[in-house]
Nanobody, 117 residues
Framework: QVQLVESGGGLVQPGGSLRLSCAAS????????MGWYRQAPGKQRELVAI???????NYADSVKGRFTISRDNAKNTVYLQMNSVKPEDTAVYYC???????????WGQGTQVTVSS
């Protein structure tokens, strides 16, 4: 089993910055993909950013140029640096990992990010 523990969420003013972290532990093996999704009230969960073991990244258009995803393979941790945040970034952010190219997917419990003045 794999456990994901997220941290770093909270209240931030528009234009501000926030950094989310997610540490994976347990029967990890080889983590292929690490990423972040988010779900705003009344909306479906959507991709924010993912990073593959090779270092390749993919971002939602809405966050390109503002958010940066990175990972520390030695610590099995993925980060999401959120800059120039907007009220529409308000959501619960979920960490996810996939073990192997076609392996199981695990989700964190979610961390709330609220962008408001």
């Amino acid at each position: 089993q794999v456990q994901l523990v997220e941290s770093g969420g909270g209240l931030v003013q528009p234009g501000g910055s926030l950094r989310l972290s997610c540490a994976a532990s347990g029967s990890i093996g080889s983590i292929y993909v690490m990423g972040w999704y988010r779900q705003a009230p009344g909306k479906q969960r959507e991709l924010v950013a993912i990073i593959i073991s090779s270092g390749s990244t993919n971002y939602a258009d809405s966050v390109k140029g503002r958010f940066t995803i990175s990972r520390d393979n030695a610590k099995n941790t993925v980060y999401l640096q959120m800059n120039s945040v907007k009220p529409e970034d308000t959501a619960v952010y979920y960490c996810t990992v996939r073990l192997g190219a076609a392996g199981p997917v695990y989700w964190g419990q979610g961390t709330q990010v609220t962008v408001s003045s």
